[in-house]
């Protein structure tokens, strides 16, 4: 018995051919509409980007409080919200957050809180050590 060879008939080739066309363009048509898109976006994105470095270098060196899983982590989630425009320094919130907790410490206690918020007093310790320490003096009179 012989083996039947199927060869591929020319209109087989031809649509073939054609889908090949029509995928190829339409790869290189989308390649150019990122390209432009990320061109748009690059002045962002590389501050992001260089950030996102720094960031894990200080993660793979050991120098941050975290260990590295976590501390690469938190680098990647900053630097996708950073993308999409919702990263946030927090750094006027942070005070903000702390003010608002002292509002819940009794009136004879909110004040030194809030003064130790301001930066009045000493601060000791650190983050890596188990937390910071702020202690605010005040004299009582007998």
Known sequence: MRPILLRPTLAA????????????????????????????????????????????????NGQSNQDRATCLKEAGAALDESKKGRLDEGKGSFKQNAMTRCEALPSEERDACQRRIDGEGTTSGSVGSGGLLREVVTPVKN
Do not use: W
């Open 13 to 60: 080739t031809d649509v073939a051919r054609t889908s090949v066309r029509r995928i190829s363009v339409a790869l290189v048509v989308g390649v150019g509409s990122l390209a432009v898109v990320s061109a748009g976006a690059a002045g962002h994105t590389s501050d992001a980007s260089a950030r996102f470095q720094a960031e894990s270098a200080v993660c793979n």
